[in-house]
């Protein structure tokens, strides 16, 4: 019987219930009631369901005698009908052949998932060079280039709206195709390259054929522009300073000569100075109006700055140094001083001559100050003709020092003690030293990169955020470049909405829905969304070329735009 109850119950995996019925019952008919009440104990109190782990407790039908007391000594057994061992077997073939479950047919929705590229750390199939570099680098010719697809696109330059650019994947392969195997295209780039530097080893020892070779192709700008800065503006004032300190400079050091006057001295000195500095000054102006190169794209401004700076620690150490160290001296070995008569005719004619060439340089700044909308104070504390700054300083500072002589060598004359002179020279020594200092502070201000006015700040601000295609600007930097010159930089952060229906406006709506209904595959939609994803950057890079445009034509002083996506 066991062996028939073991194939029944392989035949399905759910049977055990059957399965323990049956044994239920035929242990019941073979036990007794002792027996069977023990193996109900195990139903019951959860035991079974370790040796039947398929099976729940509900599923387990028990079949027991009813057990009553009737009387003290007496008990009737009654015997529930046992089914006989083929009547448990259909039983079991019946519910084998009964399905378990009802189950409804399965539905697999199956998500269509575009495959993801790996690019790899370097990937430049699809980067775009221009015919130049691919001459350069891979050593072609333009009539190669003319076989390659050409394609058009938008100009980095403002003086042009587009240009050609090739594939460089083409490019590469083109090259191959010329030079026949990457080392040999390696070895034509190591000889051009010697005979790059060689060329360039001569051009340095023939500078001067180098820029008159330049000039006949206008690619640098005229000579007339270097010397025609000197006739106008800071140009003119330092030039005028030039002249009339140099002879200032010769008539003190002669009356000096003649009295032997410390006071004297320090003007002699002071003269000097002022006309080192001013030649200084010149040729940072002449430096300043280069045209940029690759090396410097920014252009030569900032050497007025330079040159100021330089002057500024000259006439510290010049000017301040030694006309204390002669005052020092003094102090401590006075000397009788001659006449003084031509020293006072000399300072008269110093501080006639200073006192021109400070009006020059007064009204120069004023004119300047009124062009920005600024007071004449504030433009010259925060340094923005750094050239004309100079000037005015160090001739504010002469016709001070000019009174300080004068005051002192006339106390000497008066008391006959040459202690005074030594004050003096010390005194001028003082102003110089303090002159040095500003000038010294406010131009490495502007070397270190300052901020254009706020005013002007938010106005172009306001400009950018007044764009319907843009939401909203920051990390705004605006620098002064010097000579009126700025850079403008913002982090953008452009609506894609605008941008977007920007592009559709010069779109065919017909033709575009009808693109969209033959998309039937992930990769014919990754095809139509991969052709106007393109298009819709290319319209974003229009939109900052058009802000940038708009910059510079509403601010003049703008030079130099980087308006960042952000």
């Not at 076989?147 to 590469?172: A, G, M, N, W």
């Not at 202690?419 to 010294?440: C, K, M, N, P």
């Amino acid at each position: 019987m066991l062996p028939g109850l073991a194939a029944a119950a392989a035949a399905h995996r759910c049977s055990w219930s059957s399965l323990c019925r049956l044994r239920l019952r035929c242990r019941a008919v073979a036990c007794g009631s002792s027996d069977l009440q023990e193996w109900q104990n195990l139903v019951t109190f959860g035991s079974f369901s370790n040796i039947v782990p398929c099976c729940t407790l509900n599923q387990v039908k028990s079949y027991s005698t009813n057990v009553q007391k009737e009387g003290q000594g007496s008990q009737t057994h009654k015997m529930e009908k046992v089914p006989s061992f083929d009547e448990a077997a259909e039983n079991i073939g019946a519910e084998l052949k009964a399905p378990l479950i009802k189950q409804e047919p399965l539905q697999v929705r199956v998500k269509a998932v575009l495959k993801k590229r790996e690019y790899g750390p370097k990937y430049t199939q699809n980067n775009f060079i221009t015919g130049v570099r691919a001459m350069n680098e891979f050593c072609l010719k333009s009539s190669d280039l003319e076989q390659l697809r050409k394609i058009r696109r938008r100009s980095p330059h403002e003086d042009t709206e587009s240009f050609t650019v090739y594939l460089r994947s083409d490019v590469e392969a083109k090259s191959l195709e010329v030079w026949g195997s990457p080392e040999a295209l390696a070895r034509e780039k190591k000889l051009r390259k010697e005979a790059e530097i060689e060329y360039r080893e001569r051009l340095f020892r023939n500078q001067k054929v180098l820029r008159e070779y330049r000039e006949f192709l206008g690619n640098t700008k005229p000579r007339s522009r270097t010397t025609s800065v000197f006739f106008k503006g800071p140009g003119k004032v330092v030039m005028v300073a030039i002249c009339i300190n140099g002879l200032n400079c010769f008539f003190k050091f002669l009356a000096w000569i003649y009295t032997g006057s410390a006071s004297m001295f320090s003007e002699a000195i002071h003269s000097l100075s002022d006309t080192c500095n001013q030649a200084l000054l010149a040729l940072g102006i002449s430096k300043s109006v280069q045209t940029p190169d690759p090396t410097h794209p920014y252009g030569f401004s900032n050497m007025r700055y330079i040159a100021s700076l330089i002057s500024g620690v000259g006439i510290f150490m010049m000017g301040a140094g030694l006309s204390w160290y002669h005052g020092v001296m003094g102090l401590l070995n006075p000397q009788p001083i001659e006449s003084l008569l031509w020293a006072y005719c000399i300072l008269a004619g110093s501080l006639v001559s200073e006192g021109a060439t400070l009006l020059v340089a007064v009204n120069e700044l004023r004119r300047s100050a009124r062009a920005k909308g600024m007071s004449l104070y504030k433009y010259v504390m925060e340094s923005r003709d750094p050239s004309t700054n100079v000037i005015l300083l160090e001739d504010t500072a002469a016709v001070l020092g000019v009174t300080i002589a004068a005051t002192c060598m006339g106390l000497t004359s008066v008391t006959g003690n040459p202690l005074y002179d030594s004050l003096g020279s010390l005194g001028v020594g003082t102003l110089l030293g303090v002159v040095s200092a500003f000038l010294i502070y406010t131009n490495t201000e502007a070397l270190l990169g300052r901020s254009i006015q706020p005013e002007q700040v938010q106005r172009l601000t306001e400009l950018l955020e007044n764009d319907p295609s843009v939401r909203a600007i920051h990390d705004v930097k605006a620098t002064d470049l010097g000579l009126g010159k700025v850079r403008f930089k913002a982090e953008v952060d452009f609506d894609g909405r605008v941008v977007t229906r920007s592009y559709l406006e010069k779109q065919d709506f017909d033709q575009m829905l009808q693109e969209i209904q033959e998309v039937k595959t992930p990769e014919e939609l990754e095809t139509f969304m991969l052709k106007h994803g393109e298009n819709i950057i290319d319209t974003l890079g229009a939109e900052v070329d058009r802000l940038e445009k708009e910059l510079k034509k509403r601010n003049p002083e703008v030079r130099h735009v980087d308006l960042e996506i952000l």
